[in-house]
């Protein structure tokens, strides 16, 4: 077996391994408030991701007009 074939399937597990444990942790986080206390001062972090596609709604004018 060629090594090159090896070391492109190594990269491959690689990243998506890295992909998986990426989307693990967004979907543990996503709409969660984080809170930290350390030495005596306080933290807070939150993290809210959206669908930033607009909602699309296709009218009809000459049914509009009728109605």
């Known amino acids: 077996m060629d ?3 090896l070391i492109q399937a190594g990269a491959s ?9 990426l989307g ?5 986080v996503n709409h969660h408030r984080i809170r930290s206390r350390c030495c005596g001062k306080d933290l807070e ?5 959206e669908d930033t596609t607009p909602k699309t ?6 049914q509009a007009s009728q109605a």
Request: proline fraction near 4%; glycine fraction near 0%.
């Open 57 to 62: 709604s296709v009218v009809n004018p000459v």
């Open 45 to 49: 972090a939150s993290l809210d991701v």
């Open 3 to 5: 090594q090159s074939i």
């Open 13 to 21: 597990a690689t990243t998506i391994s890295i992909l998986f444990i």
């Open 24 to 28: 693990y942790i967004y979907k543990r």
